[in-house]
């Protein structure tokens, strides 16, 4: 059965960095191609896929806005996904959610969204002064 339990949420101030953690069970262990990635969603907004990444060739996708600023990386001997992200800015207070699937690409999973069978319960993250 897989599991993704995120953590490491909180409030920062602008300008600081936090990193999110996802660890995994019963999944990244798994010889198959898998994407995993973050995605976030502020309130009254729609859901956004931030970065994700693929296992076949670690191809990393970053949604524009972040950029420069967050960084994805896994560490499969911990079975975990992490999310570093710097220069934070107010725009950035959301529910981030770690989420995977099986095969495709980072960038198609992150922005169509579709077919995503495996999400945590989220981590808030709150930018503010």
């Known amino acids: 059965q897989v599991q993704l339990v995120e953590s490491g949420g909180g409030l920062v101030q602008p300008g600081g960095s936090l990193r999110l953690s996802c660890a995994t069970s019963?999944?990244?262990?798994?010889?198959?191609?898998?994407?995993i990635g973050w995605f976030r969603q502020a309130p009254g907004k729609e859901r956004e896929g931030v970065s994700c990444i693929s296992s076949r060739d670690g191809n990393e996708y970053y949604e524009d806005s972040v950029k420069g600023r967050f960084t994805i990386a896994r560490d499969n001997a911990k079975n975990t996904v992490y999310l570093q992200m710097n220069s934070l800015k107010p725009d950035g207070t959301a529910v981030y959610y770690c989420a995977a699937r099986w095969q495709g690409t980072g960038q198609a999973m992150c922005t169509a969204q579709l077919n995503i069978p495996f999400w945590g319960k989220g981590t808030l993250v709150t930018v503010s002064s």
């Open positions: 019963g999944f990244l262990t798994d010889p198959d191609f898998y994407v």
